[in-house]
């Protein structure tokens, strides 16, 4: 080789050599490490203050990752996330919440202070992604009172419910959250609130089965949202759509696809309402499983917001009954409108317009079920104060299996909370209809299992249903020899 040769040679490595230099210097200024601000990983110091300026360092300087470094643990109380930012938690690393009850002193929903607090919260954001392969963790049951047999006491308060919410974003645009753990919540786990473009995937969501308020993921007034691809157990709702009246600037909730999710829940394991007093529409929700739950789908609307043009279809149901704790009665799929009760709780000036003490219900309408397969303890139920306040409900290939398979008494519905007989007593059909409009049943199936209580009955049970189809409806009664398939009591 010749010298001027092993010269340009040199010079190659010595070139190849800066610029990798100046790409790791470069990906080192936008990676903002938590323990370099003073963050330390032993479970027991809060590291709010530390997690805080790392997460202010990283927008200060136009963006970049908020990294919590794995093989550690860091507990931290209340924080709040920037624009621009990738809070990315690594692999074997987890953030778990202050046990503390006194430093969560920001309320979830504004002036409205006895609803919870805010953990990781954030307002007016946007371009934020939290991901990572480890886990944040609510310290949910550090919240909780003495553990009863399916759920957890609620502490008594004051003004401010301390239970802290694990994720508030207020009015965030382009919000990514994916490829994470999230366990453990004392209260509502992802609320985004008058958010625009975002996306949820690969979510793992672990609440304990027996707190009450252990929402997964809630929606309030936002728009354009997809959720994918996560498992959910929670005891609350997993999954939520709602217009909370103390955001009523940011407007109606729509434009939402939920696909390829698994879920349990105690309550319901996908719910529309029952806060609800704007509109709720173009929703499509595909390819689910929902096992051990309670109530399947629910559309519960309590307020005068309207639901319109949702889409269900491609599901399978499985639920069973839970104490009354729990809202539901182990109905498959539940579409409901009904004026709130008149309230006497400590939410209940929340409830209703301003000035109001008496709300009112809103229509649900354009409503599609779509190749549902359901196993329960109880039927289908549909529900409204009049006919015309649930109409145009659709059920195509809807197959309903019911069998008892808990010793909890059954023959009820759950129309909680409303201003009519909350748990109704009926007869279990796997199609019960209360006041509804412009109703088609198609193509779909009732079979009933071994164990038949009494109060096991018809295949469809309609109550002044006005326009009725039903096509190739397949099916007996529970007691064929006693009843007949199908009941009806005032229909036009």
Known sequence: ?????????????????????????????????????????????????????????CTKA????????AGNTFMSGPFNLKSNIQLEVEVNAKLIANSNEKVYQKSAFRDNKGEGTIWIGGENLSN????????????????????????????????????PHLLT???????????????????????????????IDNLTLLNSLKVRNSDGIDLDHSKNVRISNCYIES?????????????????????????????????????????????????????????????GIGIQN????????????????????FSDTWWGKAEPIYV????????????????????????????????????????????????????????GIIFDQVDVFINKSTALPGGVYDRRPSNVEGLLKGRTSAFYLDKASHIIIRNSSVRWGDNRPDYFAHVLESHEVTDLKITNLEGQSAFPQQQEAIKAYSTN
């Open 1 to 57: 080789m010749t010298l001027k040769s092993t010269r340009y040679t040199l010079l190659l490595l010595l070139t190849s050599t800066l610029f990798t230099t100046l790409a790791n210097a470069r990906q080192k200024q936008n990676h903002f490490i938590i323990t370099n601000y003073g963050a330390i990983g032993d479970g027991k110091t809060d590291n709010a203050v530390a997690i805080q300026k790392a997460i202010d360092a």
């Open 336 to 391: 409901t409108s009904y004026r709130r009760a008149k309230g006497n709780n400590k939410d209940a000036g929340w409830r209703f317009p301003k000035g109001q003490t008496e709300g009112k219900a809103g229509a649900v309408t354009n409503i599609y079920f779509s190749n549902i397969k359901c196993t329960s303890e109880n039927g289908i139920y549909v529900g409204a104060e009049s006919a015309d306040k649930v109409s």
């Open 128 to 163: 934020v992604t939290i991901c990572g392969g480890g886990t944040i963790d609510g310290n949910g049951i550090s919240f909780m009172g003495a553990e009863l047999d399916d759920s957890y006491e609620l502490k008594p308060f004051n003004i401010i419910d301390p239970r």
């Open 302 to 321: 309590r307020d005068e917001g309207t639901v319109s043009d949702v889409i269900f279809s491609n599901i399978i149901i499985d639920s069973h009954l």
């Open 169 to 199: 974003i207020v009015g965030g645009k382009n919000i990514r959250i994916r490829d994470l753990t999230i366990r453990n919540s004392a209260y509502w786990t992802v609320h985004l609130v008058g958010c625009d473009d975002v996306a």
């Open 62 to 69: 136009g963006g970049g990752k908020v990294i919590i470094p």
């Open 235 to 295: 005891g609350d709702d997993c999954i939520c759509l709602k217009n909370r009246r103390e955001y009523e600037e940011f407007g109606p909730c729509e434009n939402i696809t939920v696909s390829n999710c698994t879920m349990t829940s105690r309550s319901c394991a996908i719910k529309i309402g029952s806060e609800n007093m704007d509109r709720i529409s173009y929703v499509l929700i595909n390819n689910c499983i929902i096992k051990k739950s309670n109530r």
